[in-house]
C-alpha cells in the first residue's frame, strides 16, 4: 500500500499575503483559493512536487500559532540558481552550506513572512531524475 504525503498545513496570520509569498515570491503554483461559508483557505504547490501546502482558517488550520512550523524542507537540483533565483525576487536567504561534499549534503533556508522556516537542499540527480516527470505534472507551467 502506498502512503503519500500530500497536504502540509502551514499556519500564516495573513492569507493574501502568504499567497502573494508563495505564489509570486517562491513560484508556487496557486492550486485554488476558496473563501466559502466564513472560511477563507488556500493550497498550493511547488512546482514539480506531489505535496502541497494549505493554510487558511479551515477546520484544523488553527491548531498551531503562525510562525510556529520549523523545518520544512525543499529539494531542488541546484542550490547557488534557486538561492539567486530567490535573491532576486527579494527573498531573505541563508549563505549556502555544504555538510557532506555528496549529493544531498547542500542547503540554504529561507523564512516566510510570518518566520516558517523553510530548508532548501540540493539533489543534483533531481535535474536528470525528478520525482514527478514534467509530461506527469498537473498545472504545469508552459
Not at 492550486?31 to 484544523?60: K, R, W, Y
Not at 510556529?68 to 541563508?94: I, W
Not at 513572512?113 to 532548501?120: F, M, T
Request: proline share 6%.
Amino acid at each position: 500500500m502506498d502512503w503519500t504525503l500530500e497536504v502540509v498545513v502551514v499556519p500564516v496570520s495573513d492569507i493574501r499575503g502568504s499567497v502573494e509569498f508563495y505564489r509570486d515570491k517562491l513560484g508556487f503554483n496557486l492550486d485554488h483559493e476558496t473563501e466559502a461559508g466564513g472560511m477563507h483557505f488556500t493550497q498550493l504547490t511547488p512546482p514539480g512536487s506531489g505535496c502541497s501546502i494549505v493554510f487558511g482558517n479551515g477546520p484544523g488550520m488553527d491548531a498551531m500559532k503562525p510562525g510556529t512550523l520549523k523545518g520544512l524542507q525543499l529539494v531542488v537540483a541546484d542550490a547557488h540558481a534557486a538561492r539567486q533565483e530567490l535573491l532576486g525576487k527579494g527573498v531573505k536567504v541563508s549563505d549556502i552550506t555544504v555538510f557532506d561534499e555528496r549529493d544531498g549534503g547542500t542547503f540554504f533556508g529561507f523564512d516566510d513572512p510570518d518566520g516558517n522556516s523553510w530548508a532548501v537542499q540540493q539533489i543534483r540527480a533531481r535535474a536528470d531524475k525528478p520525482l514527478i516527470p514534467a509530461e506527469a505534472r498537473i498545472g504545469k507551467q508552459a
